[in-house]
């Protein structure tokens, strides 16, 4: 039987992520339509706490999707950790009579809405939001796309520096554990070589691609190096590199946080618009404890506790087996 669901609420918690404003105007939007009243929560978890709770209609969503970053706002909260937190979120959600939640975050924000959810009955649907990728049950997160698009940006200006002047540039992207965002930017700038957190590349398997680089004519030399990766950061493998291989100048770029903004890409904006959607049109069907992701190009939804607990392998296997073919 459908819930009699009247009042919904949507935050976004831990980590910003382009493609969150269009989820957000997306969530709005869908309730609106179907006659629910919609709240935006301020600086996820700790807005609930601090009572940062506000009423928005269509027009409140007006002229956001091409934003970075979320307008709501997004924070870490150490109390909503703790059961007088989350007791003083649940009264202030009460008082509005509010008995949905979308919660778009990483593993974190889902953490958080399982036990909230399970705690006092609160109706909650997640949305994958992060750049990282990271999450099993959705092929691709929101904000990875323009990450992605961000960081080769950065890239092919890379490229032209290190052309000039023959260097090996390592650079150094995001994505925790993660190593999808390097394999993209690897195959997508066509990088001569990627480490990656899941993979094992010794020392001298790099060194060797560099070397037959350079003895095949090539004037310059670009690695990524996933922040996660078990030799440690960018400086770390280029010192031991350089070490063994003087080939060419060395240089070390950190990409850092301008991954994390920027206007969100096509995908990002119509995967945040299917995801917020869904979200709302699954609460209203009655389902919780649930998050919507998109699975060979079809939104479908997992539960939160398999989407925490089951870690899979996300990397794709063909773009791996091409990294050392396409940059011979
Ligand atoms: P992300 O969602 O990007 O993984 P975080 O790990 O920082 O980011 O989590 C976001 C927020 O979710 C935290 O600041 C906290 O408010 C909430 N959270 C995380 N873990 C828990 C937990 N075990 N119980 C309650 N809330 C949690």
């Known amino acids: 039987m459908k819930p009699n669901i009247k009042n919904i609420a949507v935050l976004t918690s831990g980590g910003d992520a382009p493609g969150m404003n269009a989820c957000i105007r997306a969530v709005v939007r869908t309730g609106i339509y179907n006659g629910i009243n919609m709240f935006g929560v301020l600086q996820g978890y700790q807005g609930l706490i601090s009572n940062n709770i506000n009423p928005m209609d269509a027009r409140s ?39 949905g939640l979308v919660v778009i975050g990483g593993d974190g924000t889902f953490t958080g809405a399982k036990r909230f959810g399970e705690k006092f009955g609160i109706r909650v649907m997640g949305v994958p939001g992060t750049i990282d990728n990271d999450l099993y049950g959705s092929d691709f997160t929101l904000g990875y796309d323009t990450a992605i698009n961000t960081v080769i940006e950065a890239i092919d200006k890379i490229r032209d520096t290190a052309d000039s002047h023959d260097r090996l540039f390592f650079i150094e992207v995001m994505g925790r554990d993660s190593g999808c965002i390097a394999l993209r930017s690897a195959i997508s700038s066509g990088a001569e070589a990627v480490l990656l957190p899941e993979k094992e ?11 037959t680089g350079a003895s095949t004519k090539k004037t310059s030399s670009i690695v990524i190096v996933s922040e ?17 291989f003087n080939h060419y100048d060395t240089k070390v770029t950190i990409l850092g946080h301008l991954q994390r903004g920027g206007s969100p890409s096509s995908f990002d904006r119509i995967l945040g618009s299917r995801l917020g959607f869904a979200a709302v049109n699954e609460l209203l069907k009655g389902n919780t404890m649930e998050m919507v992701g998109l699975r060979g190009n079809e939104v479908k ?28």
């Open 61 to 99: 969503v007006s002229n956001i999707i091409h934003l970075g970053g979320t307008i709501l706002k997004t924070a870490r909260c150490l109390e909503f950790k703790t059961d007088e937190g989350m007791a003083l979120a649940y009264e202030n959600m009460k008082a509005r009579d509010i008995d």
């Open 201 to 211: 590349t010794s020392l001298n398997e790099l060194i060797s691609m560099l070397e």
């Open 301 to 328: 939804t997992t539960s939160i506790e398999e989407a925490l607990t089951r870690h899979t392998f996300k990397l794709e296997s063909d773009l791996l087996e091409m990294t050392k073919v396409l940059s011979i």
């Open 228 to 244: 996660g990766h078990k030799d440690g950061g960018a400086y770390e493998v280029a010192k031991k590199v350089k070490e063994r």
